[in-house]
């Protein structure tokens, strides 16, 4: 739940974290969960917008008119993206608290 963490702390965005989830919902078999759902359903309507490392093979120029729609991406979906986050975060913890 790292990556949860990285954007509830401010480190990471809505989208990269949303592409790293989504990532993980698969590897944990989890793409059913609700929160999970939620970073799935952001990856799938910002996979256009360069986040993340596919930025170094884009021109500065196109950088620029991406970064207002990441902008404005990133807004519509932060409140939800933090829920989702949060109660990740919250479950996995309940379940590693249940191993110790």
């Known amino acids: 739940m790292a990556r949860a963490r990285d954007l509830v702390e401010g480190r990471i965005g809505v989208i990269v974290c949303a592409r790293e989830m989504s ?3 698969f590897w944990l078999r989890e793409q059913n969960d609700p929160s999970f759902a939620t970073f799935r359903g952001i990856d799938s309507e910002s ?8 930025r170094q093979y884009w021109s500065e120029s196109a950088l620029r008119e991406e970064d ?12 939800v993206a933090m829920e989702a986050a949060r109660a990740l975060m919250e479950k ?3 379940s590693a608290d249940e191993h110790t």
């Open 23 to 25: 990532k993980l919902a």
């Open 47 to 54: 996979d256009t917008l360069p986040a993340g490392p596919e």
């Open 68 to 79: 207002e729609k990441i902008r404005v991406a990133e807004d519509l979906w932060r409140t």
């Open 92 to 94: 996995y913890r309940a």
